[in-house]
């Protein structure tokens, strides 16, 4: 089994893993040159590569993609009984200077919309509930407007998301903060929202209008998180978010259960890869 076939069976799409094998090149390249052998990698290997792809001028977020593909490399080495342990398991360059598409936000500015998010009324405290779970379980309005009260799992800290046209159904774990404040909404809050709007719902969210739906309520819920962070667009962006930021602490597989994705294509869009560095870098080891 080569690293094409290795790469395979993880269920990596064929452009991935085109660009796995060329970024692979680059360190075999450049342990060819320092006259070692793959199974022969040290640790300290690992990091005189990193000083050579620093001192080219290589960004810390492109090292750490290299490194993320030397991982799988190493693993696959470790599959064929090649090597024991992977050398490049625990190196990760620190300080990466994100540069996210689309306006994407980090974890620590996810953390402050929710932190500041303020739960005035019945209305703040319900869109408080919402948030939470776009920004821990990164649900989108169609996902949040078809939750009921049985979905959420409070014994067992859980929270079901069903499945929809475009998106599979799945179980994902509610963070410990979420668990009282879902609690406090579902037997407090929400009923004092239903016999404001005189309605009966089975919807675990519901709007203080008319509306069965909770899309004018997410439409006002935007506009209050614009008035303290105004680099938030739409609620899309936040999701949008807080997956790319699950790509870099969960494989691709795990990722793209927990966003709901059909397909790991759809999920491999959130992949970021710096394609001039890697076009320069093939062009100086394989020249045309």
Same mark, same amino acid.
């Given at each position: ?120 009324? /019945? $209305?703040?405290?319900?869109? +408080?509930?919402? #948030?939470?779970? @776009?920004? =821990? ?105 807080? /997956? $790319?930021?699950?790509?870099? +602490?969960?494989? #691709?597989?795990? @990722?793209? =259960? ?31």
């Amino acid at each position: 089994m080569d690293f094409r076939k290795y790469l395979e069976k993880q269920q990596f799409s064929h452009q991935t893993i085109k660009g796995y094998l060329k970024v692979n090149e680059l360190l075999l390249a450049w342990l060819k040159e320092e006259g070692i052998k793959p199974e022969n990698t040290r640790y300290a290997d690992m990091l005189a590569y990193i000083r050579f792809a620093g001192n080219k001028g290589h960004s810390k977020r492109y090292i750490n993609e290299q490194l993320t593909v030397a991982r799988h490399y190493f693993n696959y080495l470790i599959k064929t009984g090649k090597i024991k342990d992977n050398v490049a398991t625990n190196i990760h360059v620190q300080g990466v200077s994100r540069r996210l598409p689309h306006d994407l936000l980090d974890e620590e500015t996810l953390q402050h919309i929710f932190d500041n998010y303020p739960e005035k009324g /019945i $209305t703040g405290k319900r869109n +408080k509930v919402i #948030l939470g779970m @776009v920004v =821990y379980q990164g649900l989108n309005t169609e996902e949040l407007g078809k939750l009921e009260p049985e979905h959420v799992q409070l014994r067992d800290g859980k929270l079901y998301v069903p499945g929809g046209r475009r998106s599979n159904s799945r179980l994902l774990p509610l963070a410990a903060h979420q668990v009282l404040q879902i609690q406090e909404y579902i037997q407090k809050t929400r009923p004092l929202i239903l016999d404001v709007s005189e309605k009966e719902s089975d919807k675990l969210f519901v709007s203080n209008g008319g509306s069965e739906r909770i899309n004018n309520a997410i439409t006002k819920m935007l506009k209050t998180i614009q008035s303290y962070a105004p680099q938030v667009k739409s609620m899309k962006q936040l999701r949008m978010s807080v /997956i $790319t930021f699950w790509l870099e +602490k969960f494989n #691709l597989r795990e @990722v793209q =259960y927990m966003a709901g994705h059909r397909y790991v294509s759809s999920t491999e869009r959130y992949l970021l890869t710096n394609l001039d560095d890697l076009q320069n870098d093939l062009n100086e080891y394989h020249p045309l």
